[in-house]
């Protein structure tokens, strides 16, 4: 039973450079979500696809950043300029498409800008 | 908008106390409600959930929660805390009928003294 997998776990990078995750969800999944974890809060929700499709995109995602999910397998999600308000856990999680199945996460990836 | 609200950002107990962390949600439609666990720089993990049916939800781990819809309450409970379970934990609402992306709290800490 291979999980949601992300990579890379942990990310430094300098302030203005761009950087991007990678997240593999359970092969069955339609449905992929990002969201963005900072310190002592909740996960929130930055944006999620069903298969290749992107649905929906919360306002916190500025225009630096991207997702993309080719032949709804894997998904990328891009930083372009990074800036030290970026740094957070970013998490990955995919369900199946119907409304009363849970998303199943992976482990994240923690990204600190310097 | 669903949102939802968890009281008590720290819970502190001792080993073989009962456990009770609070959970209410705001919804416009019925809810699906998840309580998800979360042990430091890893993703979250599915306790247990509410969609229909049975308003006592039983989990992993001796864990369990009520579905109460007059007070759109959701809260965990486990009768005897043990060391193993100081962790954060999530509530987490979605939407039926809508597009069922899922929305977390803020979290609780929950801290078990021996």
């Known amino acids: 039973d291979t999980g949601v997998s992300q990579d890379p776990r942990h990310k430094i990078t300098k302030r203005g450079q761009n950087v991007t995750f990678r997240c593999d969800p359970i092969s069955e999944h339609n449905r992929l979500y990002w969201y963005r974890q900072t310190l002592g809060q909740g996960p929130e929700f930055l944006t999620y696809?069903?298969?290749?499709?992107?649905?929906?995109k919360s306002r916190l995602l500025s225009d630096r950043f991207s997702a993309e999910r080719p032949k709804g397998s894997f998904s990328t999600l891009e930083i372009q300029r990074t800036e030290q308000g970026d740094s957070a856990m970013y998490l990955c999680a995919s369900s199946r498409a119907e409304a009363n199945t849970e998303a199943f996460f992976g482990q994240g990836t923690r990204l600190t800008v310097v | 908008a669903q949102s939802v609200t968890q009281l008590g950002s720290h819970v502190s107990v001792s080993e073989g106390a009962l456990v009770l962390l609070r959970c209410n949600y705001s919804s416009s439609v019925p809810p699906y409600l998840f309580w998800y666990v979360q042990y430091p720089n890893q993703g979250l993990q599915l306790l247990l959930k509410?969609?229909?049916?049975?308003?006592l939800v039983k989990g992993i781990n001796g864990f369990e929660a009520e579905f109460k819809k007059s007070e759109t309450s959701f809260h965990l409970t486990k009768p005897s805390a043990h060391m193993s379970d100081a962790a954060e934990y999530f509530c987490a609402v979605s939407e039926a009928g809508g597009s069922y992306i899922p929305t977390f709290g803020r979290g609780t800490s929950l801290i078990v003294h021996p």
């Open positions: 696809f069903q298969n290749e499709a992107q649905l929906e």
């Open positions: 509410y969609t229909t049916g049975a308003t």
